[in-house]
């Protein structure tokens, strides 16, 4: 004759802790994707501001052409397309963790520069 | 003699319960404790992006615009001509000034001056400002019309801009603003270090220069907390500036 003891069977444990697992490992993959975020938007925000400084320089210039420049983990390419009395110029810079990745793309047109504001 | 069965736990069954019921403890104890560094981290990163965003945006807003006159950069700050609007004006009557104006914000006697935009380009201060009649002026879609009494006369068709003097400067670990000579107001939270921080104005070319803004990460905090973007180097082209950025 079986008897019925009080308490959780094997499988009602097991049951639980995996349940339990899973719900911890969801709120540590949760931080983990947080911090990824996070950096990526550090790498997103350092190449904007590095190819914001070169596109400011470049956008001064009449005849930029082709070219790149590194600004400490960043490359910055840019491209001068000239249409109709204007330059295109188009800067990217790709990410450093993978350079497959571009970043940032910003682009302007540029045209020969205007005269001061105000005379000195 | 018959085995009876007790009720309760056996000492077995509490030692395993008590192991069982540490190592719980112990994994959610170590489970919290890099929770709560994870979100201390990704707070910490959030405020720094949030100050390098806010110094960026500053510092394009009010150092793209002037003039080698209007601004003079030191190595911790640099004193400025904050622009706030400019106006036109239309006629003049009882010492006042009827002006078409359009800015950031309306002027503030308490705080402005007037730069007269014409080959005198008088600064004077701003004495009285009220809102005009808007038939006062032939505004324009955006403009409104101001009437403004200055230390200095000013001629009907003579252009104006509106400015405060202040300083952006980095101290105590914050970029801040201060005007005049009184305040010392954050902008920032306290993300920066101040002797790597700074400002750098490169030699105005014709008609104007360009700034450099360098951010170091202040080091109270923790690398993890402070973030990896640091040093961050903001430069803002002014019109007509030097492209000293890149020699392609």
């Known amino acids: 004759m079986t008897v019925r003891r009080p308490g959780f069977s094997l499988i009602e444990v097991i049951v639980a802790a995996v349940l339990l697992s ?21 790498r997103e925000l350092v190449a904007l501001v590095a190819g914001s400084a070169v596109l ?8 930029v052409g082709n070219g790149l420049a590194v600004r400490g983990d960043y490359t910055v390419h840019w491209s001068a397309i000239d249409t109709a009395g204007l330059v295109r110029i188009v800067v990217s810079v790709r990410d450093p963790a993978d350079p497959a990745v571009t970043l940032v793309e910003l682009a302007v047109l540029a045209a020969e520069p205007p005269p001061p504001l105000l005379a000195p | 003699m018959r085995f009876r069965p007790r009720s309760g736990t056996s000492l077995v069954e509490l030692v395993v319960a008590m192991v069982s019921l540490a190592l719980l403890a112990a994994i959610t104890a170590a489970f919290f404790r890099v929770q709560t560094h994870v979100a201390t981290v990704v707070s910490g990163r959030s405020e720094s992006l949030d ?31 904050a622009f706030r609007g400019a106006g036109v004006v239309c006629d003049t009557a009882r010492g006042e000034a009827n002006v078409r ?43 409104q019309a101001l009437s403004l009494r200055a230390a200095h006369g000013l001629v009907p068709g003579t252009s104006i801009v509106v400015f405060e003097r202040g300083v952006y ?25 101040d002797a790597t921080s700074g400002f750098v104005a490169d030699p105005p070319g014709a008609g104007g220069g360009s700034v450099r803004v360098r951010l170091g990460r202040s080091t109270d905090r923790p690398a993890d907390v402070g973030g990896s973007a640091w040093p961050v180097d903001v430069r803002v082209s002014q019109p007509n500036g030097d492209t000293l950025e890149v020699h392609p």
């Open chain 1, 22 to 42: 899973v719900a911890i490992l969801s709120v540590a993959a949760g931080g983990a994707a947080a911090l990824r975020t996070m950096a990526r938007a550090e």
């Open chain 2, 101 to 143: 104006y359009i800015g950031i914000r309306d002027p503030d006697p308490t705080k402005d001056s007037l730069l007269v935009a014409d080959s005198s380009a008088l600064v004077v201060g701003l004495m009285a400002s009220r809102v005009a009649a808007p038939s006062a002026c032939s505004l324009r879609p955006g403009e």
């Open chain 1, 56 to 63: 400011d320089s470049l956008a001064h210039r009449p005849a």
């Open chain 2, 51 to 81: 100050a390098i965003r806010t110094v960026v945006g500053l510092a394009d807003r009010e150092l793209r615009f002037l003039a080698p006159g209007d601004f003079a950069a030191a190595a911790d700050s640099v004193a400025l001509r």
């Open chain 2, 169 to 193: 400067l980095f101290a105590a670990g914050a970029f801040r603003y201060r005007r005049g000579r009184s305040g010392r107001q954050p902008v920032t939270a306290e993300v920066f270090d």
